[in-house]
């Protein structure tokens, strides 16, 4: 079993006193069975709604029509994106850089969807990507030992390059194996480190006096790959600006980055932000790696997915069918009609499913059926491309090397 955790007070990084929900990067209680509010959360943290002008703009920088996540304001939020085209538009190139918190062996179909967004901004804009696999945070932050997270980077790094990333552009690494290599990421460590005080990250994170120092000093390393000169190898001397996609609850540790980024000579990077994916048993919470029967894993058999969303999804339906038949199901709430706004991406059909479940022509149980084979395929699929992310292809992406692109003969 992993290293022994001391009992630290209740993280306290969000107050329940008043009616927010509860988001935060280790936790997301929502008030409501349709979920986090995004409006309010978009105000309390201080960052701006994608709108169609935003997504016009795009697709006319990088002459690619919109992903459909975005289309569908699954990734709903962004900081700076503008900014971030201005200098597209006058001819910079940026990088994307975004990571994963290696908990368990295998991932679960949310966990993909902030990398199926992050391939196709990559090949939109034809750019350079850097991953990072927070090993060290999950040690931290769970009762797992280094060892068991270093072999959990590396599964969850496999699910990963399974959705076709490429090695010449993209560049994996496990924080507890790539700080003892390169000394640029420590020293960028410790550059933010500097910066930020213990109440800045109280106040941030809702770190208390009981909390192992790691934790405290944790977010210095999520924030240096934001940084260009993290990687030397790639980026040569040049300060390249970045984008970040990620969930919305690790906002706060961009927040912290953005703050720190001037005084360090940086670029702030820009953001967007996805909304959550929901649990089988309801948007109050999201899909968890740590609970079995609250996600679609990525290793499930066709039979196990089928059995979990009959048993688990929450449903919007009726309790009877006349009731059904008459108001129509509860689209907002239900589950199964939510897994296929994040993975059906026939929007003729997604919504002619919508409007027939809204006024009860389509049943729970077929909408069940939608979903389960919907999803069944792309889990087939997505291990048969595991299958082949060999040790040797794995180990191409996380050795720092220089990447498909020149970095030194762009002129800023
Ligand atoms: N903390 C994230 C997690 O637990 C992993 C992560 C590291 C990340 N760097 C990131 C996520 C950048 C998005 C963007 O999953």
Redesign the pocket.
Known sequence: MGDKLPVTDKQISNSPEDDNDIVD?WTVISKSDAGVDYDKLIKRFGCTYIDSELIERIERISKTPIHPLIKRGIFFSHRDLHALLNMVEAGKKFYL?????PSSDSMHVGHLI?FIVTKWLQEAFDVPLVI?M?DD??TLWKNLSVEETMKMARENAKDIIALGFDVNKTFIFSNLDYMGRCAAFYQNVIRIQKCVTFNQVKGIFGFCDSDVIGKISFPAI?AA?AFSSTFPFIFGADKVPVL????ID?DP?FRMTRDVSPRLGFIKPALIHSCFFPALQGAKTKMSASDVNSAVFLTDTPKQIKTKINKYAFSGGRSTLEEHRKYGGNIDVDVSYQLLRFFLYDDEKLESIKTAYANGELLSGEMKKIAVETLQPIVADHQTKRKEVTDEILNQFMTPRKLNYDFQTVIY
Do not use: N, V
């Open positions: 990067p850089y975004t990571g994963r918190g902030p990072q927070t945070e999950k999520q790959p970040i996609p990620c969930a690790q540790y």
